[in-house]
T-cell receptor, first 111, second 114 residues
């Protein structure tokens, strides 16, 4: 399974767009890229998943370049409640997903 | 119940004791997972199960065992607890019918081994 590298922390202000980039140089052909959000004392929550190009849902966008060695989670117009840890995962589907969580990026949104 | 439940919420355990962490889901998901999260770190996969009757090892399986007798339950057992197993344990499940890695997580069990 490919390991991931993310910035340890990021700061932003309310209303700004936040982009968090994750490197996964050894991603395999069958790996999917998934992002999760975790608040203190809670389990992670799924945000978005993609394989290539761009994926968008009501919460975020995920940009994946052609070589798939990195991905960028984009959060539009963040609010204070978006302060959390964001994890980038790569995983292979084996009937379930066998995945590796990295250390995550701690996003702090300021007023 | 709706989603995933874990029990106990927290536990203090003496080293050498046996402990089973319980996990139950009511979403009829085929796949289930156990993770541990140490203070300030990300989650590490301990064991997983793609379907009832099968299990597999994750990143850090040593000292832990699991069973999957039915779809809903996925208990994690520490046969002889050691202080390095002090951690927060999260159980998760996902629907393995599609290529969707949306795992649903339980509230966690905070375990302290003294």
């Amino acid at each position: 399974l490919a390991k991931t590298t993310q910035p340890i922390s990021m700061d932003s202000y309310e209303g700004q767009e936040v982009n968090i980039t994750c490197s996964h140089n050894n991603i395999a052909t069958n790996d999917y890229i998934t992002w999760y959000q975790q608040f203190p004392s809670q389990g992670p929550r799924f945000i978005i998943q993609g394989y290539k190009t761009k994926v968008t849902n009501e919460v975020a966008s995920l940009f994946i370049p052609a070589d798939r060695k990195s991905s960028t989670l984009s959060l539009p117009r963040v609010s204070l409640s978006d302060t959390a840890v964001y994890y980038c995962l790569v995983g292979v589907f084996t009937g379930g997903f066998k995945t590796i969580f990295g250390a995550g990026t701690r996003l702090f949104v300021k007023a | 119940i709706a989603g995933i439940t874990q029990a106990p919420t927290s536990q203090i355990l003496a080293a050498g004791r046996r402990m089973t962490l319980r996990c139950t889901q009511d979403m009829r998901h085929n796949a289930m997972y156990w993770y541990r999260q140490d203070l300030g770190l990300g989650l590490r996969l301990i064991h997983y199960s793609n379907t009832a009757g099968t299990t597999g090892k994750g990143e850090v399986p040593d000292g832990y065992s699991v069973s999957r007798a039915n779809t809903d339950d996925f208990p994690l057992t520490l046969a002889s607890a050691v202080p390095s197993q002090t951690s927060v344990y999260f159980c998760a499940s996902s629907d393995s019918k599609g290529f969707n890695n949306e795992q649903f997580f339980g509230p966690g069990t905070r375990l302290t081994v003294l």
